[in-house]
């Protein structure tokens, strides 16, 4: 049982490249996300997946895109890479119960990416 | 929405010392509640979370935290630190108050606690 996966690990672009990171997770979750973290700033939400098929902006989506490929998987996109975009990047999968139940998020181990 | 306000972005501690790192939060419903901590280099992992059940809430590694409605705070504490709990911790609060909550959720700024032996 590997949890969160992520990949790659480590990236740098040149300013206007494009790259797509993945994510995967084996738990059987419905949700999954995308967060940023950067600096002083705690983690922000860029991109969620309530379940397989759909997928809503979050906090910062600007220059981003999702994928939700299946249950297990969900890529974020960058179509144009920009220095500002230059953060750890993590994904994140839960379980999600109905009915007022608490959940949490299982987070992979991170993409560093670096836009020059 | 909901917003989590983590009161000091550095705390240092001595090595057997109590661990307070504070967080309060903004809900206009009962909110869930959570705290992660991350090491150098890691990911995140859940060290406790409320869930209405009760406000005293135990996790992992010896922390706890107490949700205080009135003070809309949910703070975390240890009683003895040590060497390893030098890490960054996030409090996060779901982001909209659903009956999944699957819309994610919204992280302080984080507090780096650091022992000192």
């Known amino acids: 049982n590997a949890g969160v996966t992520q990949t790659p690990k480590f990236q740098v672009l040149k300013t206007g490249q494009s790259m797509t990171l993945q994510c995967a997770q084996d738990?059987?979750?419905?949700?999954m996300y995308w967060y940023r973290q950067d600096p002083g700033m705690g983690l922000r939400l860029i991109y969620y997946?309530?379940?397989?098929?759909?997928?809503d902006k979050g906090e910062v989506p600007n220059g981003y895109n999702v994928s939700r490929l299946n249950k297990r998987e969900f890529s974020l996109r960058l179509e144009s890479a920009a220095p500002s975009q230059t953060s750890v990047y993590f994904c994140?999968?839960?379980?999600?119960?109905?009915?007022?139940?608490?959940?949490?998020?299982?987070f992979g181990p991170g993409t560093r990416l670096t836009v020059t | 929405a909901q917003s989590v306000t983590q009161l000091g972005s550095h705390v240092s501690v001595s090595e057997g010392a109590l661990v307070l790192l504070r967080c309060n939060y903004s809900?206009?419903?009962?909110?869930?509640l959570f705290w992660y901590v991350q090491y150098p280099n890691q990911g995140l992992q859940l060290l406790l979370k409320?869930?209405?059940?009760?406000?005293l809430v135990k996790g992992i590694n010896g922390f706890e935290a107490e949700f205080k409605k009135s003070e809309t705070s949910f703070h975390l504490t240890k009683p003895s630190a040590h060497m390893s709990d030098a890490a960054e911790y996030f409090c996060?609060?779901?982001?909209?108050?659903?009956?999944?909550?699957?819309?994610?959720?919204?992280f302080g700024k984080g507090t780096h606690l650091i022992i000192q032996p």
């Open positions: 994140a999968s839960s379980a999600v119960r109905w009915g007022g139940e608490s959940y949490e998020q299982y």
């Open positions: 738990m059987n979750h419905n949700s």
């Open positions: 997946s309530a379940s397989e098929g759909t997928t």
């Open positions: 809900s206009s419903v009962p909110p869930y």
């Open positions: 409320y869930t209405s059940a009760a406000t």
């Open positions: 996060a609060v779901t982001r909209h108050y659903s009956g999944g909550g699957a819309d994610g959720l919204t």
